[in-house]
């Protein structure tokens, strides 16, 4: 593998997100427009129908950073662009990289200043395999969901994001890795927010990922992660395409997947299992489940078993991954050795199953975990509220008792 040289954008400290104190951009983001709108657009002016290929190619696969710099433009054309579409819908970026270079976090201000997080992740050649680059991106800004374990729970929702700036995520991480001959292999919807409540911005993202006249990342090398949103699942199974889904599952048990994933409380494990289950049948592909370790909480041979019961005859892998400490909870991850002895019961069932390791746990690779830092600190009285609502909450869970808390706003109708 080349060494890891990216362009970092010095960081000069992003400030907290002013949400809603600055206007949006409204000039679509190039990274959103297809080849026909573009067509049309440059039909309409009396331009030639090479001028949408000129565009596509320097916005998905040139160094350049704006109209400007697209050189085999006429310079007054290049500045209708610029009128009429943002070349970047991402204002400015913050790079940390850790792991040894393994590792980039990148923190993205957008228009009206909320801030982003996508996290790229080298994986060296090895046994015969090729190196990946991986780019694990956001589709809203915060999520409503709420995950006690999940930073961007933590945040609450600000806004889904625009097409432009999902795949704007992309465009940034594969002008960096250009940089050094390498180029994106995998993309995956796992960063901050709820995919399948943002689906059509999602659908018309990953269409755009696909299409081989601007990004043209085969469907397989697309994996989308729910947290279990059941009418979204079966969409995605209705339209076909044959890209990986992943279930945050975190629970096979209701009580407790109640209180870990609160969208439980609206679609319960076991429709979701069979949601994902009809998934796979209808792509042939075999579905991933995220069950994120916490200590004393989800990692009993109780949980193992019920897990095993739960994903029994399924066409699935798991993936076991230590929880990273996240602010203002009032756990911590499952120690190593407990983690494989939970991954050996589920193997000892049949459950193929990965121990995964968070990247960049130094830097806060925990979805949200920038942003979050940057949005401020919850006074110490709201701290301790809510770690003693969940403290009290799981204790009611482990006992089997199911929340009668609320279905959290905007996310019960999916
Ligand atoms: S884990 Fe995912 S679904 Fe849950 S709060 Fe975090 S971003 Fe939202």
């Avoid at 565009?55 to 007054?76: K, Q, S």
């Avoid at 696909?210 to 469907?219: E, I, K, S, V």
């Avoid at 048990?253 to 796979?280: I, K, Q, S, T, Y």
Wanted: aromatic share 4%; glycine share 10%.
């Amino acid at each position: 593998m080349s060494e890891v040289r990216p362009v970092v954008v010095p960081f000069r400290g992003l400030r907290p997100a002013p949400s809603a104190t600055r206007p949006r951009d409204e000039r679509p983001g190039i990274g959103g427009v297809t080849p026909g709108e573009l067509g049309a657009w440059f039909t309409e002016r009396g331009e030639p129908a090479y001028r949408t290929r000129q565009v596509l190619d320097a916005a998905w696969r040139g160094r350049e950073v704006a109209f400007a710099e697209i050189l085999t433009l006429p310079a007054a054309l290049r500045t209708d662009l610029d009128a009429a579409f943002r070349f970047d819908t991402v204002v400015e970026s913050e790079v940390r990289i850790t792991d040894g270079g393994l590792t980039e976090k990148a923190l993205h201000r957008l228009s009206d200043g909320l801030l982003v997080e996508s996290v790229l992740m080298h994986y060296p050649a090895r046994d015969g395999s090729r190196e990946r680059h991986t780019l694990c991106i956001s589709s809203q800004a915060g999520c409503a969901v709420g995950c006690p374990f999940c930073a961007t729970g933590e945040l609450g929702m600000e806004r889904d994001l625009e097409t432009a700036e999902i795949t704007d995520q992309v465009r940034s991480a594969a002008r960096r890795l250009a940089a050094d001959g390498r180029h994106l292999t995998n993309v995956v919807f796992m960063g901050m927010g709820e995919p399948l409540l943002n689906l059509d911005r999602v659908l018309e993202a990953i269409a755009a990922l696909n299409d081989r006249q601007r990004f043209g990342l085969g469907a397989r090398h697309i994996t989308v992660s729910t947290s279990g949103v059941v009418p979204g699942i079966r969409r995605l199974t209705g339209l076909g395409p044959q890209f990986t889904l992943a279930i945050s599952l975190h629970a096979a048990r209701n009580p407790l997947r109640d209180v870990l994933v609160p969208l439980n409380r609206r679609w319960p494990v076991e429709e979701v299992v069979a949601a994902a289950r009809e998934h796979g049948q209808a792509t042939g592909r075999r579905v991933t489940y995220e069950v994120v370790m916490i200590e004393g909480i989800n990692d009993t041979d109780l949980d193992a078993d019920a897990l095993a019961v739960l994903l029994h005859g399924e066409h699935a892998h798991v993936n076991l991954i230590p929880m990273n400490q996240v602010a203002h909870t009032p756990w911590t991850g499952t120690p190593i050795p407990a983690v494989e002895r939970f991954a050996t019961r589920l193997h000892a069932a049949g459950i193929q199953t990965t121990i995964r390791f968070n990247r960049g746990t130094e830097i806060g690779a925990a979805c949200g975990q920038l942003a979050a830092e940057h949005a401020g600190q919850p006074t110490p009285i709201v701290v301790r509220r809510r770690r003693e609502r969940l403290v009290s909450e799981s204790a009611a869970a482990l006992r089997g008792e199911r929340s009668h808390e609320p279905v959290p706003a905007g996310v019960g109708e999916g």
